[in-house]
């Protein structure tokens, strides 16, 4: 803090909002009191910041309870009905939302599949969905209140620009740019960031998953494609351009250079090689080997290694704490060889690999979360704009001690 009071009044001024946003969100309604015991922050300080974060109407003032006598206490709240957020994710073959508020607590979901492979069609999904979502929380509120979706995060299984609105490499998918952040956009009418599937597993790892509390991590997702998520010192890591975790092109010892080492196009090669349909996915080779199918057992095995030898390339050059292993690469057959692989091959290497725990739900929830942040520094830019006059000491507006 001492640092931040040389500088700006600004930072200074964004940093106690954001603690009490913080102390508020976790264990409100609280008192000036019990939020400067929490955040360690003066009383004036913390006055002052309730005094602009109620000026933008995310902070409310309770009701006093029952039990009081006398002078009421004040306490405060969030008012996790101001504004929400949307965290969407837009897969090959569905579009799930998440409506979150400014807590961070997921308040409706909702999932349609078999939409369009279009920009339009997906945008139009997840714009119906979104009004679902926030009529179903109405309905639970008495009254009920005008509810407004003012962020959204989106999720696209393709390398996004540090834009947040351009697609960059789309093998598969669509042919690129803007086009499908406009559309969101323009249907949701606020605004969107798209950003990779993955990256947003990560942040889903993160606060509800297997890395919580772990500062350098990858996940590491198989499913249509073959990527990874990256987190270093606690940040996401995008790379210069939006292209980290790209990995589904690594060396491996049994492939040419250049050569896909994992996704839909070697997967179809493995398939033909074992007999397999041409059109088999991940997912059908891990159910079949659930039902023990032993030609799925075999396909498996090369899977597997090829996913221990990515993970051990990775490692050489990051060595993170911890593997998280999300989509069907979570599942007992593949997991489980992914993790007895690189204990007996490359057990130097010292890998902790993990399956991950949060199941299909990771994108979308790493969606939402992305999406609840973005809402919570528009909320401090507009605190930061509200005049509540210069902090001082003195106990103007305090509960009485």
């Not at 930072?11 to 976790?26: E, G, I, K, N, Y």
């Not at 000036?32 to 309730?50: E, I, K, M, Y």
């Not at 390398?159 to 609105?165: E, K, L, P, Q």
């Not at 221990?308 to 050059?317: E, F, K, N, T």
């Amino acid at each position: 803090m001492d640092l931040l009071l040389a500088g700006s009044p600004a930072p200074l001024r964004t940093f106690h909002a954001r603690a009490v946003l913080d102390a508020l969100s976790a264990a409100g309604p609280l008192t000036r009191a019990d939020v400067a015991a929490a955040t360690g922050l003066t009383r004036a300080a913390v006055t002052q910041a309730v005094r602009s974060l109620v000026g933008t109407g995310v902070v409310v003032a309770s009701e006093p309870g029952p039990d009081q006598r006398g002078r009421p206490t004040a306490r405060y709240r969030v008012s996790t009905d101001h504004g929400l957020a949307l965290g969407v994710d837009v897969a090959r073959d569905r579009v799930r939302v998440a409506l979150v508020d400014v807590t961070g607590a997921v308040r409706a979901r909702a999932e349609r599949r078999d939409v369009k492979a279009s920009p339009t069609a997906r945008a139009r999904a997840a714009a119906e969905l979104a009004r679902g979502c926030v009529a179903d929380v109405a309905a639970r509120l008495e009254p009920a209140p005008t509810i407004e979706v003012r962020r959204a995060v989106a999720a696209v299984p393709v390398i996004v620009g540090a834009d947040g609105t351009t697609i960059r490499r789309v093998p598969g998918f669509e042919k690129g740019g803007t086009a499908l952040h406009d559309a969101l956009q323009d249907a949701l009418g606020c605004p969107v960031r798209l950003e990779n599937d993955l990256n947003l597993a990560a942040v889903a790892e993160q606060h509800d998953g297997v890395a919580r509390g772990a500062g350098t991590f990858v996940v590491l997702g198989l499913g249509d494609g073959f990527g990874a998520g990256i987190v270093v010192d606690g940040r996401l890591h995008r790379g210069a351009r939006g292209g980290a975790g790209e990995i589904s092109f690594l060396p491996h010892p049994e492939r040419p250079l250049g050569a896909e080492t994992l996704g839909a196009g070697s997967l179809t090669a493995l398939a033909k090689e074992h007999g397999l349909p041409d059109d088999v996915s991940v997912r059908e080779v891990v159910d079949r080997a659930e039902r023990g199918d032993l030609v799925a057992d075999d396909v498996l095995d090369v899977v597997a290694e090829r996913v221990a030898v990515v993970a051990g390339s990775i490692a050489l050059v990051l060595e993170p704490e911890l593997f998280v292993l999300t989509d069907q690469a979570a599942r007992p057959p593949l997991a489980e060889r992914v993790i007895r692989y690189l204990a007996e091959r490359i057990a130097v290497l010292d890998l902790r690999v993990l399956p991950s725990t949060i199941g299909p739900d990771a994108v979308v929830l790493g969606a939402a979360h992305a999406a609840s942040d973005a809402l919570r520094e528009d909320v401090l830019r507009a605190a930061l704009a509200v005049d509540v006059g210069p902090e001082d000491d003195r106990a103007t507006d305090e509960e009485p001690s």
